[in-house]
Structures are given as C-alpha cells and as structure tokens.
C-alpha cells in the first residue's frame, strides 16, 4: 500500500478531489518483561514497522465521517461532534470518537468535523495492539488538523482512559505509551506505575524480528489473568508481613529468595518468582543490548518464556510447540512467548539469511503436532506515532 494508493482511497470514498494528510501509529511488541507490569515491574515493548494509517480531512460542518478499509462492509459510520457518547453498533469506530472525546475535553480546540480513513496492516487477532494503535493515530491526526499540540504523556494517558473508561477494558499503558513514545531501532524500558523510561538501541543488523502467530484462540487469558494476578496480590500480602514494600517489582531476586518462605503457598511461590526473576530479566536486558550484545539478550528471552512456562505456567501447548522448535533452528539467537499468553503469539530473532528455512521447519513440525499453521510475520522495529510526509509507507 503506498501513499497514493491510500489518498485515491480516500478520494473515492469521500467523493473529494482535496488532498489530504496522513498519519500513522504503528503496532508494538513485547520483548521482554511479561506479567511484570501490574506488578510494579518493567516492561520492555518496541514498536514494529506495521500498524495503522489514518488519512484525514477537516470538514467545513460538524460532521465526523469515519471509513475502515480493514472493515468495508460498514462503510461509512457518521456521527456528529455533538455526539461522541459510545454506541455498541458503530464498532471500530468508537476508538476514534474516544479519542476525540477525551482529546476535546482535555482543553484542545476541535472546531470542525473531519472525514478519516483507516487502514491497518497489524495482522488480526495476533495480539500487537491495533486499537492502541487506532487510538494513537487519531490522536497525531487531531494533532495535525487542527494545528495543535498535547504532550506526548498526556496523549497516551488520554488512549489509556479511552481503553479503561469508554470501552471498558482495564488495560495497562504499555501499549499505548510504546506506541506513542516508540524510536526506530530501539526497545523502551518502562517502568509502568512512574512512567520513567530508557531506551535501549537494538543493532539488529544481519537478524530480524520473527513473529509467529499460534492461530489459537486465547479464550482462557481473561480468566487466567484475573487468577494470575490475585495470586501475586496474595504472594505480596504473604511478603509484606516482614518486608516494608508494595509491590513484587521492588524486590531483587536475592532478596526475594531470602523471604519466600513467608508466601504461604507454593503455587504463589512460583507465580511471585516469575513476577521478580522476570522484571530483573528486564533491566538487564538494557544493560546487554547497550553493549550490544545480542546473544546475551536472546539467552533472557529463553529465560523469560521457561519462567512463563514452568512458574507463572501461561504458555499452552501451541506457544510452547513453536518456541522449542525455535530453539531448535540456525540463526536463531532467542525466541519466547510475548503477551497474556495461552495462545497468541511467539517472537524469536532470527538470522536473515534463515528465515525461509525457518518458517518451513518450525511449521512443518508446528502443523504435526497442533493439527493447524502458525502464520510468521517479519518485523523492523520502526517510529512511533507521527505524520507521514513523503514515502512510499
């Protein structure tokens, strides 16, 4: 899809010959730190080099007219400035209405309607975050229609609220704070609750980011998730009876292994070792990609997915199928499950010159053992939430 193609979109849709601007936000990726964040720990996403397009036009009228080339048969979904409250039967669409909502609300002039056109290349269902990232580019698109600017902070804590508060869903920032603060070849260590940050360079040179879709439906996350994170809050009740802290994520590995005794139960054990081992896992994955030491960092991501696997226990026959045959590959320097788990996806790096092979052998033996394809999807890390000027896209 370039550049062109997405302007004659928009000029046949909306029945115009004006040209008009276009925005992106890309997708994102967790590389490392998973279950850490309602935890008090780090999170380590990169932003990928797919994600959504928003092609937009200010109106002369109140009129918002919104139009998914991921979504046709909806064609265009009207609605007014007037009128931003949630409605179940406009869809997609209630992400951007959100996000102008919330944006309007924080202060910022949003005098006229607009005509916008999406079109997301984040691949369905894989878990990389699209209506962050939906969310996200409407925001830079507001941005630039209307001549104003939010701070970046402030913009993804708006996509946040739009996320906890008119969808419904009670998700972190992670997403969309990647998304939004994302810098092309590099990772962002994040702490969740501060917000403080650091990026990490990631020198992928002769490698590749692989993702590897499971194709199976994650229908026990929402339930497990809840079970998960109860069963910290216990581990951290158990601990605070001698420890002076509030959340797992202050604990070093030496200090927590010197108090777990006091966790009553060992299944808790577990899900709090993972929670502790895995947000040092983290930290020292900048320290290693600063040194630019990318076999040390693939070691973490295996450390990360047996942790994920054996203690925290999210992985699923399918994630843990597709990642011991990655192990199993050339060229691959580290490969884990990335997510909420029990389906989803899997990422691994991989030496470029070996990705074909890869692909065929992990789904060769992936299709015998699960019965289905995995589907694979080669990723840049790419740039956070901006206009897009010139280029093909």
């Known amino acids: ?77 009207e609605t007014d400035l007037a009128d931003l409250s949630y409605n179940e039967a406009q869809t997609w669409a209630n992400y951007p209405k959100g996000m102008i909502s919330y944006i309007q609300e924080s202060g910022h002039a949003i005098e006229s309607g607009a005509d916008i056109l ?38 993804i804590q708006l996509g946040q609220q739009v996320e906890n508060e008119y969808i419904g869903v009670n998700s ?8 939004g603060m994302g810098k092309k070849d590099h990772a962002i260590l994040l702490n969740c609750q501060t917000l403080e940050h650091e990026y990490a360079p990631i020198a992928l040179k002769n490698h590749v980011i692989m993702i590897i879709n499971t194709n199976k439906q994650r ?28 959340s797992l994520g202050e604990l070093s590995k030496e200090k927590f292994d010197q108090h777990k005794h006091l966790i009553k139960d060992e299944i808790n054990v577990k899900r709090a ?10 930290v020292e ?27 925290y226990e999210v992985t699923g026959i399918e994630l843990d199928t597709i990642v011991q ?16 788990g029990f389906g989803g996806c899997a990422i691994a790096i991989v030496e470029r010159d070996q990705v074909e092979t890869f692909k065929k052998n992990v789904n060769t033996i992936y299709r015998q053992a699960i019965g289905y394809d995995a589907t694979f999807y080669t990723a840049m890390i ?3 939430a901006k206009e897009i000027t010139e280029g093909v896209l």
């Open 1 to 77: 899809m370039t550049e062109r193609n997405l302007i004659q979109e928009f000029q046949n849709i909306f029945q115009t010959e004006h040209m008009p601007s276009i925005f992106f936000a890309p997708g994102r990726i967790n590389l490392i730190g998973e279950h850490t964040d309602y935890n008090g720990g780090h999170v380590f996403p990169a932003c990928l080099s797919f994600g959504t397009y928003a092609v937009g036009r200010k109106r002369t009228d109140q009129k918002l007219r919104f139009y998914s080339m991921n979504f046709q048969d909806t064609g265009i979904i």
């Open 382 to 384: 790419g740039d956070g």
């Open 325 to 340: 045959v990655a192990w199993d590959q050339d060229g691959v320097m580290g490969a884990r499950m990335t997510g909420a």
């Open 219 to 246: 229908t026990l996350a929402g339930s497990k998730y809840n079970e998960r994170r109860t069963q910290c809050e216990q581990a951290l009740a158990d601990l605070q009876t001698e420890l002076p802290i509030t």
């Open 172 to 179: 972190g920032i992670m997403d969309q704070f990647s998304i």
């Open 285 to 311: 994955a900048l320290e290693k990609l600063r040194q630019d030491d990318l076999i040390a960092f693939g070691k973490l991501m295996n450390e990360s997915h047996q942790s994920l696997r054996f203690d």
């Open 273 to 282: 070792r993972h929670a502790v081992y895995e947000n040092a896992r983290t």
């Open 118 to 155: 999406f079109y997301g290349n984040i691949p369905n269902g894989a878990g990389l975050s699209s209506s962050a990232s939906i969310e996200m580019a409407t925001g830079v698109l507001l941005e630039g229609l209307f001549d104003f600017r939010i701070d970046r902070v402030r913009m």
